[in-house]
């Protein structure tokens, strides 16, 4: 059981390019989310979803895009990279939202120069 | 406004010895309430949750914490560190109420001395 796979672990990217993070779970759960996490600021969360096919914003969502057109991937998308994303990114997935556990994936260390 | 303080930014404990680490909240909400802890290089584990269940909750690895509402508090706590506790830990309030927000604190790293 792989639980939640995050692709790729490491990336370096120069300014304004793009690309994009894969996050896959195989335990069937409806809400998924990108969360940013950066020195002395614990995790802030970037886009969530709710279900296939629905996205919406969280806290940081600028500079950012997201899809969720099946049910166990959410992709996380940066169209022009900036020195200011750099950061550790983390997928995260669960049952429900509110009172359930959230299972993370192994994050994604993401340097733009 | 929804917010989230851990009162230390580190806590050093010898072996053995109890561990308390502290959070405090807010929210205008019932809230329900996590602790998770991060091993170097590793992603996000729960420890405990609270849900307007009973007020201790009882977690993994020996871990437990007490939702006291007056203070508006989850502190965590453990009766005897272990050296494999040392990890960074994160109290996290979600609430789905008039918006959907994980708020994370800003995180306490344990130190176990030998």
């Known amino acids: 059981n792989a639980g939640v796979t995050q692709t790729p672990k490491f990336r370096v990217l120069k300014t304004g390019q793009s690309m994009t993070l894969l996050c896959a779970q195989d335990?069937?759960?409806?809400?998924m989310y990108w969360y940013r996490q950066d020195p002395g600021m614990g995790l802030r969360l970037i886009h969530y979803?709710?279900?296939?096919?629905?996205?919406a914003k969280g806290e940081v969502p600028d500079g950012y895009n997201v899809s969720r057109l099946k049910k166990q991937n959410f992709l996380l998308g940066l169209e022009s990279a900036a020195p200011s994303q750099t950061s550790v990114y983390f997928c995260?997935?669960?049952?429900?939202?509110?009172?359930?556990?959230?299972?993370f994936g192994q994050g994604t260390r993401l340097t733009v120069v | 406004a929804q917010s989230v303080t851990q009162l230390d930014s580190h806590v050093s404990v010898s072996e053995g010895t109890p561990v308390l680490l502290r959070c405090n909240y807010s929210?205008?909400?019932?809230?329900?309430l996590f602790w998770y802890v991060q091993h170097p290089n590793k992603g996000l584990q729960l420890l405990l949750k609270?849900?307007?269940?009973?007020?201790l909750v009882k977690g993994i690895n020996g871990f437990e914490a007490e939702f006291k509402k007056s203070e508006t508090s989850f502190h965590l706590t453990k009766p005897s560190a272990h050296m494999s506790d040392a990890a960074e830990y994160f109290c996290?309030?979600?609430?789905?109420?008039?918006?959907?927000?994980?708020?994370f604190g800003a995180g306490t790293r344990l130190f176990v001395k030998a």
């Open positions: 996290v309030v979600i609430r789905n109420t008039g918006g959907f927000k994980t708020i």
């Open positions: 995260a997935s669960s049952y429900r939202g509110e009172n359930t556990e959230a299972f």
């Open positions: 979803s709710v279900g296939e096919g629905t996205t």
């Open positions: 609270y849900t307007s269940a009973a007020t």
């Open positions: 929210s205008s909400y019932s809230p329900s």
């Open positions: 335990m069937n759960h409806e809400y």
